[in-house]
């Protein structure tokens, strides 16, 4: 029996490299606009605002959309969780909010 037959073929590299995160797990951001539900959150209807400009958030999960080559962040802005881009994003300043409940007493 040829190899080649049982192995699944391996698609060819297309040349692009999958991009470094700009931000890291756990990492508060800001969101620089106002986020709506582009459809993908389904416990929040079409268009709903999901957080509103300047809310500080925090990275839970990060992953990338292959097809674009992008990377998305999961943020938990409150009590949802909403897939970001980096350039929906910036980094939180230092001191804005205190990092954990030690930090705060």
Same mark, same amino acid.
């Given at each position: ?43 929040? $209807? #079409?268009?709903? &605002?999901?957080? @509103?400009?300047? +809310?500080? %958030? ?33 980094? $939180? #300043?230092?001191? &804005?909010?205190? @990092?954990?409940? +030690?930090? %705060?007493?």
């Amino acid at each position: 029996m040829n190899a080649s037959a049982v192995t699944p073929a391996i698609p060819a590299m297309t040349g692009m490299e999958i991009r470094e995160p700009a931000y890291a797990w756990g990492q508060r951001v800001i969101a620089i606009d106002d986020l709506v539900n582009d459809g993908s959150h389904p416990e929040r $209807a #079409p268009e709903a &605002l999901q957080n @509103e400009r300047r +809310e500080v %958030a925090e990275i839970i999960n990060i992953g990338n959309a292959q097809d674009i080559n992008y990377t998305v962040y999961h943020v938990q802005f409150g009590d949802c969780v909403v897939g970001c881009l980096e350039i929906e994003l910036v980094p $939180a #300043p230092m001191g &804005l909010l205190p @990092e954990t409940d +030690e930090a %705060a007493a």
